[in-house]
């Protein structure tokens, strides 16, 4: 048998103003890992999205299994054999557990009129208790964190007796353990035959997994090798058409005065007494395990979450928040994890997403002013250095660092003195990392304050001035930046002692 699974000849997509995929050749193996590497908007999605017959190419061939490969959509796709697990999660939020875990494949009752939910439900509770995931097969998506919603997804691959796994990001939102399993089922897969294709930003991950390492840039394949012939310097290079001096920019802000302050914060089974400051021109970074209340600690300051008890002050003043245009007015935002669930409206432009906000707050008319509306988008949106065709391009067809920036856009137009940031760079590639770090950098040299919530334990530790810990929905200990090193916050995350 053909030891190439998957070739690649000359393959194009084009979208209205933007070359995603440009004249792409190269060969998958059989039974392979093969890690495709790039900064935002090389498209590597748009490659996978192709092979999974969600996008039509426009040039170029295709071959799997030594035949012509033109799939006429995902159903068909999943028929031979290719699966894919995507980046921004593919659920339906309303249906259970079981019912994503099966759709497209479902069981029949005896009847064949209606579908056999027991049996389905059974079925789908075994795959879970024999991968060792906590999860009630009944339970709704929606009710799931985004962690374990992605491991649904990578089990329902798993489970369909794929030829060809494809892995869009696949560990963005997990934890170190969920990593861990997740790559005890690539080694599986693997030693079945199986051939996984994985787009991953960390390359830590690629070189940990992948026998393979093709590199992208600006749509267009730049190189394919095995991945002991490369480095960590050399794949940057590759992706980024250049040297990268240094990780992370240098700081220079000047820490000020104090510009919030939370007082014994608490909302019953969550977190506790929870009380913490952050001064004008500070970037604190929240560090803990996933499920320690990092992010309900911001939701309940911002007003999306109910609390117990606590105050929140804001430049000396104290605020009554209610709900989040109360924290707008009072100065403080937040930009969420999920960007595309919490911050974004995919179908509407770059220019609405980026407004959205300002639009009560700043403008506060019966009639939006559009000349004055996109005046202020384009400044924001240069100012950001956001890549996108046009001010009316819909933001949903945007790389995911390009969507992040609108998201930031979007807040810094109200001008707010808190800015709280949650998983900020989750998704993004090195080169668009290193521009977020430098829009930080530049607003709390401007005098904002940033509250940083990450799991990334280099780039906490890279970006921040102060780290808080939380452990169990309190907090646990604060370190300054001089202090700080994995160890210790590690230590006490987990309640150990060094």
């Known amino acids: 048998m053909d030891d190439i699974i998957l070739r690649f000849e000359g393959v194009s997509k084009r979208f209205p103003g933007v ?21 935002n ?3 590597k999605s748009t490659l996978l999205k192709i092979i999974d017959g969600l996008y039509r190419k ?14 006429q959509g995902s159903a068909e796709a999943h028929r031979s054999g290719i699966c894919m697990v995507h980046q921004e999660l593919n659920i339906i939020s309303e249906m259970a557990v079981f019912e994503n875990m099966f759709l497209g494949r479902e069981t029949m ?6 579908l056999n939910d027991r049996a389905m439900k059974k079925q789908a509770q075994e795959y879970l208790d024999e991968q060792g995931i906590a999860v009630n097969a009944g339970e709704k998506m929606k009710h799931l964190s985004i962690a374990e919603a992605q491991l649904i997804e990578i089990i329902k691959a798993v489970t369909v007796g794929a030829e060809i796994i494809l892995m869009d990001e696949p560990s963005s939102s997990l934890t170190q353990k969920e990593v861990e399993f997740l790559f005890s089922k690539v ?48 794949v940057i290079e590759k992706m980024v058409g250049r040297k990268m001096d240094e990780v992370y920019p240098p700081r220079n802000a000047q820490i000020g005065e104090e510009a919030i302050r939370v007082e014994r914060f608490s909302k019953a089974g969550v977190f506790s007494d929870i009380s913490f400051s952050a001064a004008k021109g500070e970037i604190l970074g929240i560090s803990g395990l996933v499920g320690a209340g990092r992010s309900e600690i911001a939701r309940a300051i911002i007003g999306l979450d109910a609390k117990d008890e606590g105050e929140v002050f804001c430049n000396g003043k104290k605020l009554k928040i209610n709900n989040v245009n109360d924290a707008i007015a009072g100065g403080i935002t937040m930009i969420s994890e999920d960007r595309r669930r919490y911050g974004l409206v995919l179908q509407r432009s ?4 980026s407004s959205l906000v300002a639009l009560r707050h700043l403008f506060g008319l019966m009639v939006i002013p559009l000349k004055k509306e996109t005046d202020a988008v384009r400044k924001m949106t240069e100012r950001l250095s956001v890549k996108t065709p046009s001010l009316n391009t819909e933001v949903r067809t945007l790389s ?30 090195v ?7 430098k829009l930080m950098n530049q607003m709390t040299e401007d005098g904002m304050c940033i509250i940083m919530i990450n799991s990334d334990m280099e780039e906490l530790l890279g970006m921040s001035d102060r780290i808080l810990v939380i452990r169990e929905g309190k907090v646990a200990g604060e370190l300054n930046r001089m202090e700080a090193t994995a160890q210790t916050i590690m230590h006490m995350a987990v309640g150990g002692k060094e």
């Open 431 to 437: 080169g668009t990392k290193y521009e977020i770090y």
């Open 58 to 71: 426009d040039e170029g061939e295709i071959i799997f299994n030594g035949k012509p490969w033109i799939p």
């Open 400 to 429: 995911g660092g390009n969507q992040q920036k609108v998201v930031l856009a979007k807040w810094l137009s109200v001008s707010p003195k808190v800015l709280i940031m949650d998983e900020p760079t989750r998704g993004i590639d």
């Open 187 to 234: 080694a599986e897969l693997k030693a079945r035959g199986i051939t996984i294709i994985y787009i991953s930003h960390k390359l830590e991950e690629v070189f940990q997994i992948g026998d393979y390492i093709s590199v992208f840039r600006d749509g267009r394949h730049i190189d394919t090798a095995p991945a002991s012939t490369f480095t960590r310097d050399t």
């Open 19 to 39: 070359q995603a995929l440009d004249s792409v050749s190269f060969a998958v193996k059989r039974g392979s890992v093969h890690c495709i590497v790039g900064e």
């Open 109 to 114: 009752g005896k009847s064949r009129i209606f």
């Open 41 to 43: 908007g090389a498209g």
């Open 350 to 353: 770059v220019r609405e997403n």
